[in-house]
């Protein structure tokens, strides 16, 4: 169960993201998301991107793990690859720029990464122990 809940919070924390471009652009990555979404159906090649596609991959396995039973290990790793690509990215961009929006909007989800890789290493090993 420990490890549904962590799935479910590492979506939702992926989900407040925040960029700043340029003098008046921002947007949270929920918004961009829903833009990448709407374009996806409409015209496919304007979203090809991997730094669009490994992200909403990286989601989509997520929430394919919550179907499951026993959330995969595999599937929860892949998961936050995809998407640590594209926040940790943001939380360089933020360290380099000295822009504390985009550092603690990526913290959450980096910390919470490091949770349920820490969760399932203990699992692992523990079982391990058990057998």
């Not at 504390?100 to 203990?122: D, M, N, Y």
Request: a positive charge; glycine letters at 8%.
């Amino acid at each position: 169960m420990k490890a549904k809940i962590l799935n479910v919070l590492l979506v939702l924390t992926s989900l407040l993201g925040y960029l700043e471009w340029g003098k008046d652009n921002k947007q949270f990555l929920f918004q961009a998301e829903a833009e990448i979404l709407s374009k996806l159906f409409n015209d496919p090649t304007s979203v090809i991107h991997p730094f669009t596609i490994l992200p909403l991959a990286g989601q989509i396995l997520l929430l394919i793990t919550l179907l499951q039973k026993s959330p995969n290990k595999i599937l929860t790793f892949i998961g936050i690859g995809g998407i640590g690509l594209l926040l940790g990215l943001m939380f360089v961009i933020g360290l380099i720029s000295l822009n504390f929006k985009i550092l603690c909007s990526t913290i959450p989800f980096l910390a919470l990464g490091f949770v349920t890789i820490r969760h399932h290493w203990k699992t692992t090993r523990n079982h391990l122990k058990n057998t």
